[in-house]
Every structure is written in structure tokens, then in C-alpha cells.
């Protein structure tokens, strides 16, 4: 089973709509959890931090289900400039500060 | 501030050749990991320094890679010899500390032929 796993897409959706993305995980001791955004043929960039209480950052909403070991991401009101892959990531913990990364879910805003 | 930068930016060789790819980190990160996204599947981890010395080097494939930092500046990741299934992206990225936002550059992308 991998260590992550990601329905990797696409989502193609219009401008305005709203999008979910999940994730599920499968070590139960992972201790932090992000989602990082990739264009095409970019570097990962940090998108944001996930945490049990559920955060927001504008259009962004991330919640975390550490029972279900589950993480979640959803945009509202999309934009063009939203398409690209949004990859879910942990920290596996027990001392090691390497990411773990899923293939990715690609998004595309159509207008 | 300057980002993370990689050198080269592309690179293709041939099967049993020698390729070393080059990371400078932010100035003043002590942290620096190397990654590889291979074709079809997700990004993974090679290994993580801390200044010059071997943090983490869980996921370097096999003896033919080998990363060093002399300085614990930048870093470079020399691959000999490269393999067919070597071929990928190596993202390197950088941080100030080891459980702070890692900070990828733009990549190389590696061909072997």
C-alpha cells in the first residue's frame, strides 16, 4: 500500500466552482501534514500547513482526520491561475525530516 | 533573497556515463535534501544534511549515487554509472531548520539514453 494515495485526476472545473481534494495516509504516526502546489514543469511550492482543527487561507480550506488518517483540500470560487497539481505531503516523524509525497492530483480551471 | 538553485537544468547522457548535478541552498540554510520524481510516479527522498554531514540517507537507491557538501554550503549528487532508470527530475530543496517549510529549486532533468 503506499504511503500516501491520491486520486490523481483531472478535475476539470469551471471558473467559480468549488473543488475537494483528498488524501489518505498510512502510517498512523506521521505527525505533520501540508499541501504543496506544482505547475508544470515547476518546483513544489508550499501551499499550506494542515492541522486537526481544520485551517483556512483565503479560498483554501485544509482539514486533517488523524482517526480516518485522512486529509482533505478545498477550493471555493476557483480561478485560471488555481490549475496545476496539488500534492499532499508528511512528515513520516520517528525522527526523520524527509517529506513524504503523493503523485498528485491535478486540477484544471476551465474559463 | 535568492531562491534555491540547481545546475543543470537539463542534462542528457548516455547509459555507463558519469553526471553530477550541483544544489545551492538559500545563504544561511543549514538543511539541504535532495529528491528525485521518476516518470509516473511521486516525488521521494535521496537524503538530507545537516551543514556537511549525512543527516538522512535512507533513500539513496544504491552505491552508484553519491551527494556530498563540502563546507556545508552547496551540494552536488554525483550519479556514475547512470542507468536507464535513473532518468527523472532531482529537486533539491533547503530550510533553516529541519522541521521549518523546505524550500525546493526549479530541478534537473536527467536523461539517460
Known amino acids: 500500500r503506499k504511503e500516501v494515495e491520491q486520486d490523481p485526476g483531472p478535475f476539470n472545473v469551471p471558473e467559480g466552482a468549488t473543488v475537494a481534494f483528498n488524501c489518505t495516509y498510512s502510517?498512523?504516526?506521521?505527525?505533520?501534514f501540508f499541501w504543496y502546489r506544482q505547475d508544470c514543469r515547476k518546483e513544489p511550492k508550499l501551499l499550506m500547513s494542515v492541522y486537526s482543527s481544520g485551517n483556512e487561507d483565503g479560498r483554501f480550506t485544509a482539514q486533517l482526520n488523524r482517526a480516518s488518517q485522512y486529509i482533505s483540500l478545498l477550493i471555493r470560487d476557483s480561478k485560471l491561475s488555481d490549475s496545476a497539481t496539488y500534492l499532499c505531503?508528511?512528515?513520516?516523524?520517528?525522527?526523520?525530516?524527509?517529506?513524504?509525497f503523493g503523485k498528485g492530483t491535478k486540477l484544471s480551471v476551465i474559463p | 533573497e535568492a531562491g534555491v538553485t540547481q545546475f543543470p537544468s537539463h542534462s542528457v547522457i548516455e547509459k555507463g556515463q558519469t553526471v553530477t548535478l550541483r544544489c545551492d541552498p538559500i545563504s544561511g540554510h543549514d538543511n539541504l535534501y535532495w529528491y528525485r520524481r521518476v516518470m509516473g510516479k511521486e516525488i521521494k527522498f535521496l537524503l538530507h544534511?545537516?551543514?556537511?554531514?549525512?543527516?538522512?540517507e535512507s533513500g539513496m537507491p544504491n552505491n552508484r549515487f553519491l551527494a556530498e557538501r563540502t563546507g556545508g554550503t552547496y551540494s552536488t549528487l554525483k550519479v556514475q554509472p547512470a542507468e536507464l532508470e535513473d532518468s527523472g527530475v532531482y529537486f533539491c530543496?533547503?530550510?533553516?531548520?529541519?522541521?521549518?517549510?523546505?524550500?525546493f529549486g526549479p530541478g534537473t532533468r536527467l536523461t539517460v539514453t
Open positions: 505531503v508528511l512528515y513520516s516523524g520517528a525522527g526523520s525530516y524527509q517529506l513524504t
Open positions: 530543496a533547503s530550510s533553516p531548520d529541519s522541521y521549518y517549510e523546505q524550500y
Open positions: 544534511f545537516v551543514k556537511e554531514s549525512k543527516q538522512d
Open positions: 502510517n498512523s504516526a506521521s505527525q505533520s
